[in-house]
């Protein structure tokens, strides 16, 4: 709850006390149980942030921590608040964790229970997806246009590209223009009527219904007035105006669902203050969840996780995003421990609250956790109708519980690539998204009476699975197209033309796109060498790795807008600076490395000069989306340089860094460190170079 609330309504935060350390204490708390941490694995405490010397305690997360947001210091432009309680360790430290360390999952299910939904795991999860990508896990409200001339275009805004073509045709130069916007002129050209006229009067053709009708921004200024706003960034006055019906709208006791929620009297004009939706979280995730209640979630119903991600976004987003919700999704570290601590009042991690559909499994019992260790809440699945998968690894180790650790791999069990298996179920445990497959030998049974194992979900894909759009052959010429000359059917070479991939896009070993011949998938933006044009709409392609053959319909031709030297240079200074820093490395109570965000520094570095961040869930994924060339010796500055490594864990992540010119990198290695690539050795061996997020910045 924000302080301004706070002030206005007099009003104590809502809290869902955990009545067993509640009366232990013996007084009533201040704050609200909140997430700790569920991307990161660890929250650091500290008793003043200021001080250097200040006592301090890393714990590893995800866990749920009270949080008193009323106290909150600014440290070096950070913000950090009070966190005075931590379940199950009454010893722990009370002082100050940075805020965004923290997610509030107590506003988001409470917006959810006041509309009525939440109790589906998969549409919960894929609600929690959907904001997490965009509000960036509850840590910006207000949709941030400060696009760089690069990022807008490769968003692809419609308002945006019909304005550079009219640009183009009538002799201005969109860069120009561009250059004198400051981000509420964006906002307004991406959303609202200003982009229809260009700066000499002609008209602009942005087609017969706009994206600013689209909206409802009819107004001079609407489409930076009602920009994105809210946990789920809620678009334009037709939405705000349908929100604020939706939350004045009288019960048959006269009481609106925003009086209920927030316990204020009067009404909320969020159309005339739609800066409301953005500065109170409250406001914010209310207004979300009503959104979503209205538009997405009967479209949920009987959806498996695939198919539920993809509708949302196409109703969210229109579609974009898919392959980025994704990842928020198998990143939901913790959130079922969140949601039953808020169903069941018990924040200690140990009790596991029924959702529906799911059936609970219970994993083999381990030895008890030291009492600094959060409980780990057992995992759910949710049963899925009997399908036929077929298996994309060379080989896929088959486990007894959801979870990548190597004591629960089954040895001597591995899948062949192209293997098929029965899967009955899925679940999301650890981060990582499962299957349970039919196995007469399983370690698991349902409740019908199912044997049954897991494996990883990235590595499996149905076999009846209706081909994407992009793999989807045009269909047959009719009958007299046959009459055309045969070289007019025949392939087209093409002599090195770029081009790059507009969407996470398939690359195939044959001009026949099935999911079988899928060889890998190439990130969004990743340049290729078009070599061939076929008759029925397909490229063949050299990425710099290898050959294949891709839709041609998400292949721009040409290159990248090129990264002015001056965003380049804020890249590397970025990188340079960074050289020291812990900020990339998870340590355990020892201070020794357990796990370091190698892709993650990457990311920020490339940021800089993108004006957008391109982050995966490891290197080695990274690599396989955008890298580029094996050749040591063409390195660009600028570029990320991937590496083979050892494993973490019982994984392979691989490695990558940051290339700043004169044979160096800036790479996490412990800390963040600045050498001679050369001299990188072991565990790490150079595999190759590309560019994080696909666009070329030298």
């Known amino acids: 709850m924000s302080e301004l609330l706070e002030k206005e309504s007099g009003l104590q935060p809502q809290v869902k006390s955990n009545k067993a350390l509640d009366d232990a204490k013996g007084e009533q708390k201040a704050g609200v149980m909140m997430l700790a941490n569920p991307s990161d694995n660890k929250l650091t405490v500290s008793e003043d942030p200021a001080s250097k010397s200040a006592k301090k305690h890393t714990y590893t997360t995800p866990m749920m921590v009270r949080v008193d947001e009323s106290d909150a210091k600014t440290v070096n432009s950070l913000k950090y608040v009070h966190v005075t309680e931590i379940p199950g360790q009454p010893d722990a430290l009370t002082g100050y964790a940075r805020k965004s360390s923290i997610r509030n999952t107590d506003a988001i299910f409470r917006a959810m229970d006041a509309v009525g939904f939440g109790e589906n795991k998969i549409e919960r999860d894929v609600y929690l997806a959907n904001i997490n990508l965009e509000s960036t896990k509850g840590t910006t409200y207000k949709e941030n246009t400060g696009y760089s001339y690069a990022g807008i275009r490769a968003q692809k805004f419609s308002q945006i590209e019909a304005y550079a073509a009219a640009c183009t045709k009538h002799g201005l130069d969109f860069k120009t223009e561009f250059s004198k916007w400051d981000s509420n002129k964006k906002a307004n050209m991406m959303y609202g009527v200003e982009a229809a006229t260009l700066p000499n009067g002609q008209a602009v053709n942005l087609g017969s219904y706009p994206k600013y009708k689209q909206l409802g921004n009819t107004s001079a200024n609407d489409g930076n007035r009602y920009r994105g706003r809210g946990a789920i960034q809620i678009t334009g006055k037709k939405n705000y105006i349908a929100r604020n019906e939706e939350l004045n709208k009288p019960d048959e006791n006269g009481q609106s669902i925003y009086q209920k929620f927030t316990g204020k009297a009067g009404k909320i004009d969020i159309v005339s203050k739609p800066e409301l939706v953005s500065d109170d979280e409250n406001v914010a995730n209310l207004v979300s969840a009503l959104y979503w209640k209205k538009n997405v979630h009967d479209s949920m119903a009987g959806k498996n996780v695939e198919s539920a991600l993809k509708t949302s976004r196409k109703i969210v987003n229109s579609g974009s995003g898919v392959s980025l919700v994704k990842t928020q999704y198998n990143n939901l570290n913790g959130y079922d421990m969140a949601y039953n601590a808020h169903k069941t009042g018990d924040y200690t991690g140990k009790t596991q609250a029924a959702t529906t559909p799911a059936t609970t499994q219970t994993p083999a019992a381990t030895t008890p956790a030291a009492a600094t260790t959060p409980a780990t ?222 892709q993650g520094f990457v990311a920020d570095c490339a940021e800089k000069a993108l004006g957008k961040r391109y982050s995966v869930g490891s290197a080695k994924e990274a690599r396989g989306l955008w890298g580029q060339s094996a050749d040591k010796s063409t390195i660009p500055v600028g570029a990320a340089v991937y590496f083979d490594s050892s494993t973490t864990n019982g994984k392979l992540y691989g490695h990558v860094g940051f290339y700043i010119g004169d044979g160096e990198v800036c790479h996490v290695n412990g800390h963040v460190i600045r050498q001679k690539l050369d001299a990188i050795g072991s565990p790490f061996t150079f595999n190759c170079w590309g560019w994080n997020g696909g666009i070329p910045m030298s």
């Open 377 to 598: 809440p057992a995992y759910t699945m949710t049963p899925m109708a009997q399908t036929q998968y077929t298996v994309t690894a060379n080989a896929l180790n088959v486990r007894t519980a959801p979870d990548a650790d190597t004591t629960k791999t089954l040895s001597g069990k591995q899948l062949k690539n192209k293997e098929s298996v029965t899967v009955i179920g899925s679940c999301v445990n650890k981060g990582i998204k499962w299957y349970a497959i039919l196995d007469s030998n399983g370690a698991n049974t349902d409740g019908s009476g199912n044997s049954f194992n897991w494996i990883s979900a990235k590595y499996a894909v149905p076999v009846t699975e209706t081909p994407k759009k992009e793999e989807t052959k045009k269909e047959e010429k009719p009958v007299e197209a046959k009459e055309e000359k045969a070289e007019n059917q025949a392939p087209k070479t093409v002599s090195g033309e770029k081009g790059y991939t507009t969407t996470d896009l398939n690359l195939h070993s044959s001009a026949e796109l099935v999911h079988t011949n899928i060889t890998r998938t190439l990130g969004i933006n990743k340049t290729v060498i078009i070599t061939e044009e076929t008759p029925d709409g397909l490229y063949k392609v050299n990425t710099g790795m290898e050959e294949g053959y891709v839709s041609a319909k998400f292949i721009t031709k040409g290159e990248h807008n090129a990264i002015s030297p001056e965003k380049l240079q804020a890249a590397l200074s970025f990188a340079k600076g960074k050289v020291g820093s812990d900020s990339y490395c998870v340590r355990d109570a020892n201070g020794k490395a357990k796990m370091t965000y190698c």
